[in-house]
């Protein structure tokens, strides 16, 4: 009963709300945020800093020595703060998993626990217009449908370019995962039901 | 109790036997071998002729008129009997489809029956070695794993090129399907029972 849940999944596909209902059900710890506080503690960057600069990279070829024009230093240039960033995720990551039995979202953990831990690796996807619904429905800085559209097409933008720059492999292909699922099509409480249903039979298998 | 569910899968990877599980498991009907009876009923070709040509496409780009020196005239050129073929196995898998709840395996069920039919469609795929490792136990033909290794190198290719060509989508893309399942970490009683809760618990909120 140590098999642990990775959830990867597209901005407003309701992968979070999922991974945290699942959680709930199976009666086990849920880390999303807490990644944050703690990646804080282990770096000792401020929790806010972390947050803001998590899975910024942007695509742009990354810069051995920041440009003196930019006026910060090399040892501080962005980069180098990502890096430290990533690393103590890493590290938080690894550490909540060392607890047992969890659920973890986002933050490249299939990539960080590989060969380390016994994982089941979850991508939860949806047709854009289930997830520009969704966004505005729940996202209270994307009330509009063209907001929306622009947040859901930069947002998975970013955790592309993010997920391909530290794991070098594809981020929804279905061959990183064990299971990828359509919450568009089958729905949030179904996703909830779909993957306890895997949970169980996979890590009553292992006992 | 109308969903129908279409399943691809990559060579080796059980795909075919979990929809055949899972079809009794639902008690609705499972159809492969005989989307290919049905096929050369509608097109007039002979069983066997219609087994020995579905999905031979290999890449190559199609000829317009087939060459004079393959000494076989355009009517009857190799790309002419493999889109008669494909009809014959579209309209088969739709006559399948009109009947009600089943199960289907193979050949761009998914791409055929979209926007006509209520589909739930999976992707079931595996590691590599998973595969083979079935592949040498399962097939005659490929009893030892460099055969199976080709085996499962060849068929992938020619199931991917099959899908494109026809769909113009990359087959084992995971926004093609609403459920991809990794049966070599799952094994093929869990994929099984996942597909089972998915159906109950698509099917029933549909009702």
Redesign the interface.
């Known amino acids: 009963m140590d098999t642990i849940i990775t959830i990867s999944r597209q901005f407003g596909s309701g992968g979070r709300l999922i991974g945290k209902m699942l959680a709930e059900k199976l009666g086990i710890p849920f880390y999303d945020r807490e990644i944050i506080v703690k990646a804080a503690q282990n770096c000792g960057f401020a929790r806010e800093f972390v947050e803001d600069n998590e899975q910024k990279r942007n695509g742009i070829a990354s810069f051995a020595v920041a440009p003196a024009w930019i006026g910060i230093s090399p040892a501080n240039s962005f980069d180098n703060f990502e890096a430290k960033i990533f690393a103590a995720e890493a590290g938080a990551i690894e550490s909540f998993a060392h607890g047992g039995a969890c659920v973890i979202v986002g933050r490249c953990a299939d990539y960080v626990l590989k060969n380390k831990f016994d994982c089941?690796n979850v991508?939860v996807?949806a047709?854009s217009a289930s997830r520009v619904k969704r966004v505005v429905e729940v996202y209270k800085d994307a009330s509009d449908v063209k907001k929306a559209q622009k947040l859901v097409r930069d947002k998975d933008k970013f955790r592309a370019r993010h997920y391909k720059y530290y794991t070098e492999n594809e981020w929804?292909?279905?061959?990183n995962?064990?299971?990828?699922?359509?919450s568009g099509?089958?729905?949030i409480?179904?996703c909830v039901?779909?993957l306890y249903?895997?949970y169980v039979?996979?890590d009553g298998?292992q006992k």
Chains 1, 2 share one sequence.
């Open positions: 089941l991508f996807y047709d929804g292909g279905a061959s995962y064990n299971l990828c699922i359509d099509k089958l729905g409480d179904a039901s779909i249903e895997a039979q996979y298998r």
